[in-house]
């Protein structure tokens, strides 16, 4: 079985430019999860999706940052206009069911904003 | 709002002896209580999970987790450690609607040879 599949691996942007992150769960899987994890930190949830709605975006800064889901399939995270603070590892990851189901992360996308 | 704690940055341990890496959790609800490990440069794999049934749960690689509902504590436990096992630990809970999946702050366990 695939697995959960990110990309780029790396990104490296100066601040104030935007950046897109593109993420492919695992086939068949109805939730989806986007991750920001700070150096030496826990990853923080920004989004979750189950299937093309958005099911919490609490902690989405959503004056910088937006998400979708077109077709429940694929996820694109961007970040316009990215700040210094925004240097993060961000993770995906996919759940069969959002309730009981564990969810499979990806390899995560390293940003790096100068 | 729910929440996660990891009292320990640190844990280390020599070869052979066992571990335990200590999770409490805050939420409303039943909890489904998660574990994952993830190695340096690698995306956070799964461990194991606590939804309901048998507080003691058996994982990946050897690892249990005991559930303890009256102290709200989820710890997961190594009955010999291996120098492998030295990694970062999340310790993860999710409310019964499906929403909130939070993550703890991490434990960094080192198994000393």
């Known amino acids: 079985e695939a697995g959960v599949a990110q990309s780029p691996r790396y990104k490296i942007i100066e601040k104030r430019q935007s950046v897109a992150f593109w993420c492919n769960p695992i086939s068949g899987h109805a939730t989806l999860y986007w991750y920001q994890q700070i150096l030496g930190q826990g990853p923080k949830l920004l989004i979750q999706f189950q299937n093309n709605g958005v099911v919490d975006d609490s902690q989405l800064p959503k004056d910088r940052f937006s998400a979708e889901r077109l077709k429940g399939v694929d996820s694109t995270l961007k970040i316009q206009p990215a700040k210094l603070e925004d240097s993060a590892v961000y993770l995906c990851a996919s759940s069969l069911e959002s309730l009981g189901g564990e969810a499979f992360f990806g390899q995560g996308t390293r940003l790096t904003v100068v | 709002a729910q929440s996660v704690a990891q009292p320990e940055d640190q844990v280390n341990v020599a070869e052979g002896n066992p571990l335990t890496v200590k999770c409490t959790y805050s939420?409303?609800?039943?909890?489904?209580l998660f574990w994952y490990v993830q190695y340096p440069n690698r995306g956070l794999q799964f461990l194991l999970k606590y939804i309901t049934g048998d507080n003691l749960v058996k994982g990946s690689y050897g690892f249990e987790a005991e559930f303890n509902k009256s102290q709200t504590s989820f710890h997961l436990k190594k009955p010999s450690a291996l120098v492998s096992d030295s990694a970062l630990y999340f310790c993860?809970?999710?409310?019964?609607?499906?929403?909130?999946?939070?993550f703890g702050p991490g434990t960094r366990l080192s198994v000393l040879p």
């Open positions: 939420v409303s609800g039943n909890p489904y």
């Open positions: 993860a809970v999710r409310d019964d609607y499906g929403q909130n999946f939070v």
